[in-house]
């Protein structure tokens, strides 16, 4: 299987309290981005970084010295997670890998056992157009709702000023699709996906029901949440680095 992986990167870390593209910001003594190339090297064969126009004379020079399959696209507006990984449609019809994986530039604490058991689900069942983590938490960021028989039907999300529930199902930042599913589903999707009520910026995560109505969609339990953590404000900092020293 070749695989392509996006990782959107177009935010800052003032958040953080870090004057700079979020994804330079760094981790237990290393910057967020290399947590992730060093993660996802031995399952991809190229990585694409979406970045903001401003942030990439930064990012480009030190990803080129990173690696060759390495590459940046522009986020020229900021008007999205959706319109992030549609920015990489063009490197995804030149290269066409047979699947394409998506990571958020925050998500530092995936395991390797996680992304082996990603890389296996697509290649076992081949009736699957996405396959996902998700993790429990308390209270959720993120919830995704299903019907009686399992399947996602709905997501809440937080940041949209939607009611969760005390206990949720949440992503852990990491998804993986077949190109045909981005190329085709992903990009119908997008026309006329709605823009949210508290940012007003089109998402990526309802895209994940509405393809669970039209084909085959499959999740699979990370136990420890601290996997998901998002390293969004300096209370996530300190909990992802102590996660990271524990893990060794």
Not at 46 to 53: E, N
Not at 171 to 178: P, S
Not at 202 to 227: G, H, M
């Amino acid at each position: 299987m070749s695989r392509l992986l996006i990782i959107p990167a177009a935010g800052r870390g003032s958040r953080l309290g870090w004057n700079g593209p979020k994804a330079l910001c760094p981790v237990a003594g290393r910057p967020m981005i290399d947590w992730l190339l060093e993660r996802y090297s031995a399952f991809v064969d190229r990585v694409v970084v979406v970045v903001s126009p401003a942030a990439a004379p930064a990012f480009r020079p030190y990803l080129e010295r990173r690696s060759p399959f390495v590459e940046c696209v522009l986020q020229a507006e900021p008007t999205g997670m959706l319109p992030a990984i549609l920015c990489a449609r063009t490197a995804i019809q030149k290269h066409r890998p047979d699947e394409v994986w998506i990571t958020w530039c925050d998500q530092a604490g995936v395991s390797r056992k996680t992304v082996e058991r990603l890389a296996a689900e697509l290649n076992e069942h081949p009736g699957v157009a996405c396959v996902f983590p998700t993790v429990r938490q308390e209270p959720p960021y993120i919830h995704f709702v299903r019907d009686s028989d399992g399947r996602i039907e709905g997501v809440r999300q937080r940041r949209e000023g939607a009611t969760m529930p005390p206990v949720g199902e949440s992503d852990a930042g990491l998804f993986a699709m077949r190109r045909e599913a981005y190329l085709d589903d992903l990009v119908e999707y997008a026309t006329a996906a709605p823009a949210g009520d508290g940012t007003h910026e089109q998402n990526f995560l309802p895209f994940l029901p509405w393809l669970a109505q039209r084909t085959a969609v499959r999740t699979f339990d990370v136990p420890d949440a601290r996997e998901a953590i998002g390293v969004n404000t300096p209370d996530d900092l300190r909990a992802m680095e102590a996660y990271l020293r524990e893990r060794g």
